[in-house]
């Protein structure tokens, strides 16, 4: 189903996003002028260049306000009187821009910043032909980009020691790109595997063939880890679909978005190689058996699958906070009190462990992989003693039982 889902979503956000470029590109805009001049003319000559402008002639503003909403265009243009004298005069000539909202959609807004944009660079121009008139009158030595803009910047990165000509925002992009990925996958196998592993269980409750199971010559560690064996297996396929369906989706939503650089993982050693893989693969794996585990042992005090689903879902929330936390932050930029909570969370080294990956810290990503597999031999055990008593047949506990509990204590 993801690999379905996602691209129809991506392919539904990229139609989306051409039509509004599409409208932006073919929209035309409203000029009223109020003044004269030859500054005026130079503008709206600069205006009518190569644009689909709607002339506004009028009385009045509040006239050619009127006439504009009766116009298919988004945004108008007034020159107010005043404009060409105070530019003359070397005083600031202001401009009015109304933007008429009618659907407030998103061509409507990019229709005004279209306007915004072609004003601007107007602007730029103009102000370097006054100060080249003024540099030429005064005979100063300089040049109209110099003085309009004194100080210009270039942005290096330093990544692992290597001086890199690229500026930084490009290199956290990039690596946002593709490290955000590793705790949506950790997340959403966790999830898929925990949510497998209890209702299997519970199904079984449910449906009186534990009892079954139990009885046949095979010990109860032989069931615990074929169960585990088999959750493991369907999360793991489940997550590489959803991997695969939401890299579909991102490529057609964002297929729009012209490329910020053209340098790869491998041009700026960023990236996970094949020991960080192995490495990252270790991770996954006593998170998922550690995982399982734990959602076997809750599972079986269920005694149907909705509650099974409901008491699961209590193990989901540890998960999901240190996921979208991290997938944004660092465990460093946090307050202190919320990295003391965070990692006492096992799941939040998985998170850690595989951002380490990406980033070639191979010795946080070994810490983690030993916290997680201390946590998991400790699940592993408490679901061994409760798989080895007919605890696992006998246990019930439900959410009727909660309530009841709490009416008893009222």
């Known amino acids: 189903m993801p690999i379905i889902i996602f691209p129809v979503m991506g392919g539904a956000i990229r139609i989306s996003q051409e039509s509004v470029q599409r409208a932006v590109v073919g929209a035309s805009f409203a000029v009223y002028t109020d003044d004269e001049g030859f500054v005026t003319e130079a503008l709206l000559e600069y205006l009518y260049n190569n644009n689909t402008v709607v002339p506004i002639e009028a009385a009045s503003l509040e006239d050619a306000l009127r006439q504009f909403q009766d116009t298919d265009s988004n945004a108008l243009i007034y020159i107010p009187r005043g404009y060409n004298d105070n530019l003359t005069q070397s005083m600031n000539g202001e401009l009015m ?91 959403m196998m966790v999830m898929f595997a925990i949510q497998m592993a209890a209702t299997s269980i519970a199904l079984e409750k449910e449906q009186k063939t534990l009892e079954t199971l139990m009885t046949l010559p095979v010990s109860r560690l032989t069931v615990l880890a074929g169960k585990l064996s088999g ?40 990236g996970i190689t094949p020991f960080g893989m192995l490495l990252v693969g270790m991770v996954i794996f006593v998170t998922l058996v550690s ?98 008593t007919e605890r696992i047949i006998t246990a019930r506990f439900s959410l009727g039982d909660v309530r009841k509990r709490m009416r008893l204590g009222r």
């Not at 076997?296 to 269920?302: D, E, N």
């Not at 509650?307 to 465990?331: K, R, V």
């Open 97 to 187: 821009v109304y933007a008429n909202l009618r659907k407030l959609n998103m061509a409507e807004t990019q229709s005004t910043n279209v306007v915004s944009s072609l004003i601007n660079i107007y602007n730029y121009y103009f102000s370097l032909s006054k100060i080249r008139r003024l540099l030429e009158q005064t005979g100063a030595a300089g040049t109209p980009e110099a003085i309009r803009s004194p100080i210009s910047v270039r942005y290096a990165s330093i990544l692992k020691g290597t001086v890199l000509d690229i500026p930084p925002t490009s290199i956290i992009n990039l690596v946002m790109s593709q490290s955000i990925m590793l705790p949506i996958m950790v997340m």
């Open 231 to 270: 959750s493991i297996v369907i999360a793991i396929a489940g997550s590489v679909s959803y991997l695969i369906g939401f890299g579909y989706y991102m490529n057609s939503a964002f297929a729009f978005v012209p490329e910020a650089t053209t340098m790869s993982i491998d041009e700026v050693s960023v």
């Open 291 to 388: 995982a399982l585990a734990m959602a076997l042992s809750i599972a079986v005090f269920a005694d149907n699958v909705r509650s099974a689903q409901s008491f699961t879902g209590i193990l989901i929330t540890p998960i999901m906070i240190p996921a979208i936390i991290l997938m944004f932050s660092d465990i460093d930029m946090l307050p202190q009190a919320v990295q003391w909570v965070l990692l006492v969370i096992p799941y939040t080294h998985s998170i850690i462990a595989t951002k380490a990956a990406f980033l070639g810290d191979y010795f946080v990503v070994i810490r983690s992989i030993a916290f997680i597999s201390v946590w998991t031999f400790a699940v592993l055990y408490v679901a061994a003693k409760i798989f080895s």
